[in-house]
C-alpha cells in the first residue's frame, strides 16, 4: 500500500511539475503570439482610422494572406512533436539533419503560397467580391505575397526553438518586430514626412519590412546562440532525403490541410459577408480580429502541450504523457470559459475600441456575443488537435473538419443568411455565419477531445505490452 501511494503521489508531483513548464512555455509563446497578432490589430485600427473602405479592403486581402499563410505555416509547425520526441530521446544531431530537410518543404510551401497570392482572381470572382474592391486586394497581396518566404523560414525557426523548450528567443524578435511594425504601419499608410498616404498598401510594405527583419534576426540567433550549436546545423545541406520528407508529408500535410480546411472556411466566410456591404465587411473585421485574438491563449497552450507530450513520448514514458495531455485538454476548457465570458460581457467597450463609426460598432458588439461561444468550443478543439499531432492522428481531424466546418459552418451559415434554413427566415446579416461556426466547433471540439483520449490510452497500452 505505501508503494502505491509513494507512487501516486511521485505520479501527481511528475504532473505538476510538468504542467508548471507548460504555463512558463505557453505564457512565453502567448507574448509572442499577441506581439504577431499586434500586425493585425495595428493595421486594422490604422486602415479604419484612414477610411472604411480601406478597412473594408484589408478586410477581404488580410483574409486571402491569413489563408495562406496558416495553412502553409501549419505545415511547418506540425514538424513540433516530432523534434520534440528527438529531443527526449537525446538525438540532438537527428534534428539537425530533419531541420534541414525542412528547408525543402518551406521552399516548396513557398513557390506553391506565393502562386495563389500572386493570381487571387479567381477566388475573389468566384465569393463576388465586390468588382471595385479588386484592384486593391489584388495590390495588397501582391506586396505580402513576396514576404511569405521570410514569414515560413521564421515559423520553421520557432518551431525548432519550441520543440528544444526555448521559446523565449523567438517572442524577443516577435515583440521587437512589433516595435517596427506599429510605426512603419502607421507611417506609410497615413503618411507624415514627405511620404504620401498610401492606406491600406502602406500596411502591406510594412509586413512585407518586418517579416524579412524576423527571418535575418532569426538566422542571427541560429549562428551565434549555443542552444543551436549541438544541433550541427551548418553542416553542408544534404540533398532531399525521401524518408524524411515522407515522414514530414505524413504527418505534415493532413496537419496543413487541417488548418487549411479551418482557415478557408473563415476566410470564405469572410468573402460570402463581402455581398452584405462595407459596414458589414468592417463590422466582421473587427469581430475576426477579436476572435483570432483570442485564439492566441489556446495555440500558445497548444503548442507548449504538444512539446513537452512529444518530449516524454520520445523519452518513453507513455503514462505520464497521457496525464499531461488530459490536463492540459481540462486546462483548455476553463481558460475557454474564461476568456468567453470577458468578450461577452465588454463586447461594446470592445466594438467602440476597434471601430468609432456607430453603425460599425454596433453590429460588431452584436457579433460579439456569438463570437464567445465560438471561442469556447475553439479553445478545446485547438489544444486537442495540437495533441493528436503528438500521436500522429491527422487523417480523422482533418475529416472532421471538412464535414463540420465546411459543412456546417459555412454552408449553414451561408443558408442562414441568405436563403433561410428550414423555418428560419433568411437574416441578411452576418451573424448568421458566426452561429453555424460556433455550431460546428462545438461539434468538432467533442470529437476531437474522444480522439484524444482514445488515442493517448492507446499509446499507453501498446507501451506497456
Not at 258 to 283: D, H, K, P, Q, Y
Not at 319 to 328: Q, T
Request: charged share 10%; net charge positive.
Amino acid at each position: 500500500m505505501r508503494a502505491v501511494n509513494r507512487q501516486a503521489s511521485a505520479s501527481v508531483g511528475q504532473t505538476q511539475s510538468d504542467l508548471r513548464t507548460i504555463a512558463v512555455h505557453a505564457a512565453t509563446v502567448f507574448v509572442g503570439q499577441i506581439a504577431i497578432m499586434g500586425y493585425a490589430v495595428v493595421d486594422t485600427i490604422v486602415c479604419g482610422r484612414y477610411s472604411e473602405l480601406a478597412l473594408a479592403v484589408l478586410a477581404v486581402g488580410a483574409a486571402v494572406f491569413v489563408a495562406v499563410h496558416v495553412s502553409l505555416m501549419g505545415l511547418v509547425q506540425a514538424l513540433l512533436p516530432l523534434w520534440a520526441e528527438m529531443r527526449g530521446a537525446g538525438r540532438q544531431a537527428d534534428i539537425g539533419r530533419s531541420a534541414r530537410q525542412a528547408l525543402y518543404v518551406c521552399a516548396a510551401a513557398s513557390v506553391l503560397g506565393m502562386a495563389v497570392l500572386f493570381h487571387p482572381g479567381p477566388l475573389l470572382q468566384w465569393a463576388e467580391v465586390p468588382a471595385e474592391f479588386q484592384p486593391m486586394v489584388r495590390s495588397y497581396l501582391e506586396v505580402v505575397g513576396w514576404s511569405l518566404p521570410a514569414a515560413l523560414l521564421f515559423r520553421a525557426f520557432s518551431t525548432l526553438s519550441q520543440a528544444l523548450g526555448a521559446p523565449r528567443l523567438v517572442t524577443w524578435l516577435q515583440v521587437i518586430s512589433l516595435g517596427i511594425k506599429l510605426p512603419l504601419s502607421t507611417w506609410l499608410a497615413l503618411g507624415g514626412a514627405g511620404v504620401p498616404a498610401m492606406g491600406v498598401a502602406g500596411c502591406a510594405w510594412a509586413t512585407f519590412v518586418v517579416n524579412h527583419c524576423l527571418c535575418l534576426l532569426a538566422l542571427a540567433l541560429l549562428l551565434t546562440q549555443p542552444l543551436y550549436a549541438p544541433l550541427a546545423l551548418w553542416r553542408r545541406p544534404e540533398g532531399p532525403h525521401l524518408p524524411t520528407l515522407g515522414a514530414f508529408a505524413r504527418l505534415g500535410v493532413p496537419a496543413a490541410l487541417s488548418v487549411l480546411v479551418e482557415v478557408t472556411s473563415f476566410t470564405l466566410m469572410m468573402l460570402f459577408i463581402a455581398r452584405l456591404g462595407t459596414t458589414a465587411m468592417a463590422a466582421h473585421q473587427v469581430t475576426a480580429n477579436a476572435a483570432v485574438l483570442m485564439y492566441m491563449v489556446p495555440l500558445a497552450l497548444g503548442v507548449a502541450a504538444s512539446a513537452r507530450v512529444g518530449y516524454w513520448r520520445g523519452a518513453g514514458d507513455e503514462a505520464r504523457a497521457r496525464r499531461l495531455a488530459l490536463r492540459s485538454l481540462s486546462a483548455a476548457v476553463l481558460m475557454g470559459i474564461a476568456l468567453s465570458a470577458i468578450v461577452w460581457l465588454g463586447r461594446s467597450w470592445i466594438a467602440v475600441a476597434y471601430a468609432p463609426q456607430a453603425g460599425v460598432a454596433a453590429l460588431a458588439a452584436r457579433l460579439l456575443a456569438w463570437v464567445a461561444l465560438y471561442h469556447l468550443a475553439d479553445s478545446t478543439q485547438t489544444v486537442a488537435v495540437f495533441l493528436l499531432r503528438c500521436y500522429r492522428v491527422t487523417l480523422a481531424p482533418l475529416a472532421v473538419y471538412a464535414v463540420l466546418l465546411w459543412g456546417v459552418g459555412l454552408s449553414g451559415g451561408y443558408a442562414l443568411a441568405y436563403r433561410g434554413l428550414g423555418p428560419l427566415p433568411a437574416q441578411h446579416s452576418p451573424a448568421a455565419f458566426w452561429q453555424a461556426a460556433a455550431a460546428a466547433l462545438l461539434l468538432a471540439a467533442a470529437a476531437m477531445a474522444a480522439m484524444l483520449r482514445w488515442a493517448s490510452r492507446r499509446a499507453v497500452a501498446a507501451r506497456q505490452a
